[in-house]
């Protein structure tokens, strides 16, 4: 059989300047993929946060107020406010029991009474991590964003119901005026959740 039936194959392969233009259209497609994807797991963390933030709302508004008649804040330390809706009743004089009994200052509130509907019933919500306390050398539950900064509760003045609200520093982890009072207009990526009324107010 002669090759006569056959086509000859071009043996002429790429050039540097087609591989080169290939390699860039690669990298542009994986580059756009790479970035819509950010963007997409950016959006899930922001409404995974804010329905966290959701939740914390109203635990506190319609179990923590309605048992004990305050807003679970740490004015010093405000990072750390969420402990009281994560704490155990583990007896008293215990580490937990004792943390919550120097919030409420009142031995009254410490037992749930079914007659007065008023008391610590422990605990409202489950917690995310814990932080070691220096001063008496204990790990706390508290309650973290998405991206792993703690929650803050605020309120200004101490106990002031039209100013509590719930703070996350967003994707970049600082405050850029979530926690100031009345809220700006220009707070950056910080969420920021009224707890009782005055809706929510989103970062850039």
């Known amino acids: 059989m002669t090759a006569t039936g056959y086509k000859k194959m071009n043996s002429k392969g790429f050039t540097l300047a087609e591989i080169i233009i290939v390699l860039f259209i ?3 497609l994986v580059g756009g993929v790479a ?3 950010g963007r997409a797991q950016e959006k899930g963390a922001v409404i995974t946060t804010l329905s966290e933030m959701d939740n914390i709302k109203k635990s506190v508004r319609e179990r923590f107020y309605a048992d004990l008649g305050l807003v679970p804040e740490d004015a010093a330390n405000p990072e750390y406010s969420t402990r009281y809706l994560c704490l155990v009743n583990d007896g008293a004089g215990n580490p937990e029991y004792q943390e919550m009994r120097n919030f409420a200052g009142n ?6 009474n079914k007659f007065t ?3 610590w019933r422990s605990p409202y919500m489950e917690p995310d991590t814990r932080y070691h306390d220096t001063v008496d050398n204990e790990w706390y539950p508290v309650l973290a964003d998405s991206w792993g900064s703690l929650y803050r ?3 200004n003045p101490s106990q002031d ?9 967003g994707a970049n982890g600082t405050d850029d005026g979530g926690t100031v009072f009345p809220v700006p207009a220009d707070i950056g990526d910080d969420l920021v ?12």
């Open 26 to 28: 690669i990298g542009f």
């Open 35 to 37: 970035m819509v994807a």
């Open 107 to 112: 031995d009254g509130l410490m037992t749930w």
């Open 117 to 119: 509907g008023r008391g």
């Open 153 to 155: 509760i605020l309120m």
């Open 161 to 169: 119901r039209d100013s509590a609200r719930i703070v996350s520093f």
């Open 193 to 204: 959740m009224f707890i009782f009324g005055g809706g929510e107010l989103r970062g850039g």
